[in-house]
């Protein structure tokens, strides 16, 4: 209720229960009180003056009631017209935030200018100095001021730059700064001491002189470094970098492809209001200075100079280790090229083989590699033949200018790159093959892991090793496809054979991982073009190195959102496919065996080009062949009264089929034109090669409905419906030639075949004129079960499978990674208990490992809340008890000795109660996660399983994976004890 304010008055409205029970207006009632209402509500009100006021005849609880009413009312209200203001368009939104700005433009300048000068009477902004601040510093704070004495003392040992009010402006301040002395106490009893200015370049871009003390005894740069200064060279070093400048400078070059030099210039437009006495900035880092600070970093990142055991950025954690079956996309990319005259001196690069291969090797395998060079057959021909890659053509060097042409790669299907090599020339078939025998030497060692490789010619590079002598057993260690968005630039027959969607083992992998990664690394295009080839090599290491650290980062949120659309998936198609089978009235009667069974000829389907044995005649349809060629050339020849040269080309014709056909007749006499053995035969020809013709008419039918069904799945603009409609129309123009050649041939020829077709009726898969070729399980309509019904049942009966398969490798996958991460805790916590902590460099390592350990912890945490709804674990607990443990060196001493099978009680406790997804029946609830939003959920909504996620069954597999974990570095806790 909401009483008038007017004067001393306040009326309120009274409603009491009618007859129906339902409220009704009463009459007013005004009330006079002796002083003014001072509050817009009667709750403000103290109740003992309500009752006063109102009197015995009107409830105070009645008053109370209308007015919590009214306020119910009057809060819908906001809530609607808050709704009403989500509804503004994306349009209506930008203007009013446009205008917000433009209101307040003045404003915002008046307030920036006021904050330019120095305020009167300012005072030191250290506690207990009463002297007159004359010098502030941004950095510090916003409002930092200082005193002349204040500001020396203060930024002695860090890069600000404070600024003095002189001349009624801020100025930049000049800091007098002691010498730097090595902090160990060294120049205690050192006596070859010199000082020296060092120019040093902060984070801003901004140029500070500090005096260093440096020794004969240790060089220049390493004295730096122990001041965390980044030196620019190690001997006669002048110039240093802070390492937050470093550090900037290797996040924009990795993550935004910026230059180097373009660093550079961004630098020094940050400090042009500063004094930079080093011009050459890009000169320095260029020389070996940025390339050396990048290395450092990678070495620290992956600590594997302390235990080589350790795994680097580029393992993935959910490929199949043992057993199981690793998905890997093949390709090259052709823009990045090296240039000749960047060739500089013969060094190794800094990474050496990590991530590519030695390219010495490479050359000299692909000197010696040898392809087959046997002619296409004239149905091979037209097979895939429109792609570049493997062309032969394609293959030499065009440019004299270039070195290298490009890189061969291979990536994991979970973005995560394997091995690289450079390319000296183009695409060819050699390039595939070392790079899937570098593959299978990896995997040597488990027999049980299986190898599938999506190529973009994998059709090809099949048929190429089936030809090969001593490269066809690779065939048998290795399934291959093509991916799922190049076999669209196939032919229909090579989209059912090499297909990821209808091939078993691969899921709904796309295997267009490679391309992604082509995207990211086109960037530094720019930069690697004019390098050596070891800078080169190490470039492009750091930029997959890089690549595979922000994938490995994002796995857990991969596996869920993949397995989260698998099951989408699976559940779709399993809805369309009862719906198909229940909702026509021919194919109620269809079974899941037969639908199984189409799918099976599928391939053979599309591929009837001809009856089995039509391509090849025996050598009497030859014979008749080549005798009736004879016959009517000879007839020509008889007739022929025109051209002179017309005559001469038949009268060769006719000799030389006369000389072919005394070579077939050995001596024979020869049958005239009106033999009626000859006729015979050359009726059985004719009708084998009409059928055969047909056959193929058929086939290119079948690829043309094929491929519009394709289509149809795309926007006209689409790059893919593109590229299937260049397809359908090479399809339609083979087709069109078929139908002439058929009707002129066979026009007047009488046999069970139709003697005409029309382009109308070959178009047409469903029409009649195929049932002559129908052997109830190709694709062609029976006239009970049409050919699109077929094809859809086909589709969806291989989505469910993919999906199922989709589902059991992500299963394995998050098991994989579980038990990656656990191993890698457990390696660490033995790392920190062989790590004596006596020398500041032991100590500095063991920081380093328990800085990664605390990584690992809390990525097994994360894991822990996004693979919650999928099974039931334990909380992972704090690294403070894991740190507490591995430094209490008598418990540990204790629990070596008291162990019987000679492992280290410790690392079993750390794996069963700090450890991840230890103790799974300790766990009470099941864990609601938003992965979208990444928040987990709260201590109430743990009580209880959601109605939302009864869709998600406990996975049994994964606590099953963890208990069965066996710990990979026995060996070395018994090398321990």
């Known amino acids: 209720m909401k009483p008038m304010k007017k004067k001393n008055l306040a009326v309120a409205c009274v409603r009491t229960l009618n007859s129906r029970g339902k409220l009704k207006k009463g009459p007013k009632i005004t009330v006079k009180i002796g002083k003014p209402i001072a509050s817009r509500s009667l709750k403000d009100w103290d109740r003992s003056d309500l009752e006063t006021v109102l009197g015995p005849d009107i409830s105070v609880d009645t008053i109370l009631d209308i007015e919590e009413r009214q306020e119910a009312r009057q809060s819908r209200k906001k809530r609607r017209s808050r709704r009403k203001r989500k509804k503004i368009n994306y349009q209506e939104k930008a203007r009013r935030l446009q205008q917000a700005w433009e209101r307040r433009r003045h404003q915002i300048v008046k307030v920036y200018m006021c904050g330019q000068y120095l305020p009167e009477d300012s005072e030191c902004s250290i506690e207990n100095c009463q002297t007159a601040a004359s010098h502030r510093c941004l950095e510090c704070g916003t409002h930092a001021l200082f005193c002349s004495t204040h500001v020396q003392s203060i930024h002695q040992d860090i890069f600000h730059m404070p600024e003095v009010w002189e001349d009624d402006c801020f100025q930049p301040a000049h800091i007098q700064r002691d010498p730097w002395v090595r902090k160990d106490g060294h120049f205690e009893t050192c006596e070859s001491q010199k000082c020296r200015e060092i120019v040093t370049v902060d984070a801003k871009g901004r140029h500070h002189k500090v005096p260093v003390l440096f020794c004969s005894h240790e060089d220049p740069g390493i004295t730096l470094l122990r001041h965390r200064l980044w030196p620019s060279t190690m001997t006669r070093t002048e110039v240093a970098f802070e390492y937050a400048l470093m550090d900037w400078l290797e996040i924009l070059y990795l993550e935004c492809h910026v230059a180097c030099r373009s660093l550079c210039q961004a630098l020094k437009l940050m400090g042009q209001y500063c004094s930079q006495p080093v011009k050459n900035i890009h000169e320095l880092l260029t020389k070996e200075t940025f390339a050396e600070f990048r290395l450092l970093k990678q070495k620290v990142r992956d600590l594997q100079f302390a235990e080589p055991t350790l795994s680097d950025d580029n393992t993935c954690p959910a490929c199949p280790k043992e057993a199981g079956t690793k998905l890997i996309s093949l390709d090259a990319i052709f823009g990045l090229k090296r240039w000749k005259r960047a060739t500089g001196i013969n060094a190794k690069p800094r990474h050496g083989t990590r991530m590519f291969v030695d390219q010495d090797t490479v050359d000299k395998y692909m000197a010696e590699y040898k392809p087959n060079q046997k002619a296409k057959s004239s149905n091979e021909a037209r097979l895939c033949n429109s792609f570049q890659a493997a062309d032969r053509l394609r293959d030499k060097n065009k440019s004299c200018k270039v070195d290298e042409t490009g890189v061969f790669g291979a990536v994991c299907r979970h973005e995560v790159p394997l091995r690289f090599f450079n390319l000296r020339r183009g695409e060819s078939y050699g390039n595939a093959v070392y790079m899937m025998e570098i593959l299978l030497n990896e995997i040597e060692n488990t027999p049980e892991c299986n190898l599938h490789i999506l190529y973009d010619i994998a059709c090809l590079l099949t048929t190429h090793l089936k030809k090969s002598d001593d490269k066809g057993h690779l065939l048998e260690k290795i399934k291959m496809a093509v991916p799922a968005f190049h076999i669209y630039g196939h032919k229909p027959s090579c989209q059912v054979a090499y297909s990821p969607r209808r091939l078993e083992g691969f899921g709904l992998t796309d295997g267009e991982q490679v391309e992604r990664l082509w995207a990211f690394l086109r960037n530094f295009a720019k930069t690697t073009r004019e390098m050596t080839s070891a800078n080169r090599i190490d470039a492009l290491t750091e930029a997959l190195l890089h690549y595979a650290r922000n994938s490995v980062q994002q796995i857990g949120e991969v596996l869920v959102q993949r397995y989260d659309r698998a099951k989408k998936t699976k559940m779709l198609a399993e809805a369309e496919f009862k719906e198909a089978m229940t909702g026509n009235r021919r194919t109620q009667f269809i079974k899941p065996d037969q639908v199984e069974r189409w799918a099976s000829n599928e391939r053979n389907a ?98 043309r409905w094929f491929l519009l069904k394709l289509k149809g799945r795309y926007a006209a603009g689409q790059t893919l419906a593109q590229k299937i409609s260049r397809q359908i129309t090479l399809q339609s123009n083979r087709l069109k030639q078929a139908v002439q050649q058929y009707n002129d041939n066979y026009a007047n020829f009488a046999s069970k075949l139709p003697q005409k077709l029309s382009l109308q009726d070959a178009y047409n898969v469903e029409s009649n004129v195929w049932s002559s070729l129908d052997n109830g399980e190709s694709l062609v309509g029976n006239g009970i079960i049409p050919v699109s019904i077929k094809r859809s049942l086909i589709d969806l009966h291989h989505r469910i499978k993919r999906s199922n398969e989709e589902i059991t490798m992500l299963e394995g996958e998050m098991a994989n990674t579980v038990v990656f991460y656990k191993a890698e805790k457990q390696k660490l916590i033995l790392l920190l208990k062989k790590l004596p902590a006596q020398e500041p460099y032991q100590k500095g390592v063991r920081c380093m490992v328990k800085l990664k350990l605390m990584s690992v912890n809390k990525k097994m945490q994360h894991l822990n809340e996004l693979f919650g709804k999928y099974g039931r674990f334990s909380h992972i607990s704090d690294i403070t008890a894991v740190e507490q443990e591995v430094t209490t060196e008598d418990s540990a001493d204790a629990n070596i000795e008291n162990d019987d099978d000679g492992t280290e009680e410790y690392v079993a406790d750390a794996d069963t ?63 321990l004890e």
């Open 606 to 703: 599309l591929n009837q080009t001809r009856p089995a044995d039509s391509s090849k005649l025996t050598t009497d349809e030859k014979y008749v062949e080549t005798l009736h060629r004879f016959f009517n050339k000879r007839q020509e020849l008889m007739t022929d009264t025109g051209d002179p040269d017309q005559t001469q080309y038949l009268s060769q014709e006719v000799n030389r089929l006369d000389e072919m056909l005394k070579k077939m007749e050995k001596g024979a006499p020869r049958c005239s034109a009106s033999d009626p053995v000859y006729k015979a035969k050359l009726q059985e020809l004719k009708s084998k090669q009409q059928l055969c013709l047909l056959h193929r008419i058929h086939s290119l039918a079948c690829e």
């Open 913 to 975: 109660e700090d450890g991840a997804f230890g103790n799974v029946e300790n766990e009470e609830c099941v864990t609601d996660v938003d992965t979208e939003d990444d928040v987990s959920a709260s201590a109430e909504d743990e009580e209880c399983v959601s109605e939302e996620d009864d869709d998600y069954e406990p996975l049994n597999w994964l606590v099953n994976a963890v208990n069965t974990y066996e710990d990979p570095v026995t060996s070395a806790e018994s090398d």
